[in-house]
């Protein structure tokens, strides 16, 4: 073998082995296979995946919109931050809720009106630590608030999906199964932790006594009803690459749904083989290993699998 043949032979077996180990190959005994999400992704036969059956709605265009919820403190962050590397755009709620509060915005007089210049601070702004303060030890009052903010924030949610120019647009709210806006997403992902994990990440964050951190765990309605409606469960109390296995599967799932739209966006594919390449820290590029898996596909044979054997050979062609 001269040089050239043996260095793409090693690249080929390097490339199928970094596969097999993130996952994006199946091996079976001798034989081996693409993982069965990639069949959409590139061309071949659906998965069959839970809730891949389930067509899109459309609601707000070309684009899967997901909603993701879940008690405080069960880790909500994490995730969000986990979808948005995959390419999700991502909002929450808490965010457009600390904005229609400003002064000017629509929240802002109605909250004025409710609460009074007592919850101002010297330079106009809302006293937003008062407010928590209070919202959190008061039912009433926090009911009074959500009757302000759930229109203005549903409002806003819906003009963000429309204008997104991603393929996936994620909804965080804590409050989201309580109103109708959930009844518009294609899905409802729960993530969810034991409440002492709740506790302590409260009192570590947020700085709250325990105390303070129960309270406001006991303010809101029980986990319970949100996981009742989830079409994916995140469990949120492990470790973070246990965290990230779980919502890499569910969001290929997202991809399979995609593809049968016909909206999926190629670069969340790519983007997705390019994180399974670097839980196994392979120096592979990432086009180099789409192409591959491409290759293998067109000349898988009715069965959809090859021989190991085989496939460094055609890898390397």
């Known amino acids: ?24 190959l199946r091996r079976s005994e001798d034989r081996i296979s693409p993982a069965a999400w990639l069949y959409p992704c590139l061309g071949g036969e659906s998965a069959h995946l839970s809730g891949g059956e389930q067509p899109l709605r459309g609601h707000w265009g ?3 919109v997901l909603g993701v919820t879940g008690n405080i403190g069960v880790g ?19 965010s457009l809720v600390h904005a229609l509060r400003q002064p000017g915005a629509p929240g802002y007089a109605p909250l004025v009106a409710l609460l009074g210049q007592a919850i101002l601070l010297p330079d106009g702004r809302i006293n937003t630590a008062e407010l928590a303060s209070r919202a959190f030890t008061t039912p009433a009052l926090l009911a009074q608030l959500e009757e302000i903010f759930h229109p203005l924030v549903q409002a806003e949610i819906q003009q963000l999906a429309r204008n997104s120019k991603r393929g996936v647009f994620v909804v965080e709210a804590i409050k989201l199964i309580e109103g109708n806006l959930y009844r518009q997403m294609d899905a409802i992902w ?12 409260l009192m570590r964050s947020r700085g709250l006594t325990r105390g303070q951190a129960e309270a406001r765990i006991d303010t809101q309605n029980p986990q319970a009803e949100k996981l009742a409606r989830a079409n994916v469960v995140i469990h949120n109390d492990r470790t973070l690459a246990e965290t990230l296995e779980q919502v890499l599967q569910a969001w290929s799932e997202v991809l399979v749904r995609l593809e049968k739209a016909g909206w999926l966006k190629p670069e969340l594919v790519e983007r997705l083989i390019e994180i399974r390449l670097q839980q196994v820290d392979s120096p592979i590029p990432v086009h180099d290993a789409l192409s591959g898996l491409k290759k293998l596909i067109a000349a898988l044979p009715p069965g959809r699998d090859m021989p190991v054997s085989e ?4 890898l390397s062609a």
């Not at 909500?76 to 709620?93: F, H, I, P, W, Y």
């Not at 729960?190 to 990440?201: E, G, H, L």
Request: hydrophobic content about 40%; charged content about 25%; some cysteine.
């Open 1 to 24: 073998m001269n040089n050239n043949k043996q260095t793409r032979s090693m690249g080929a077996s390097r490339l199928l082995n970094d596969l097999i180990l993130s996952g994006l």
């Open 62 to 64: 070309d684009k899967a």
């Open 76 to 94: 909500k962050s994490t995730v969000l931050n986990m979808l948005r590397d995959l390419g999700a755009e991502v909002t929450d709620a808490d």
């Open 190 to 201: 729960v993530i969810d932790a034991p409440r002492d994990q709740q506790i302590a990440r």
């Open 311 to 314: 496939a460094p050979c055609l």
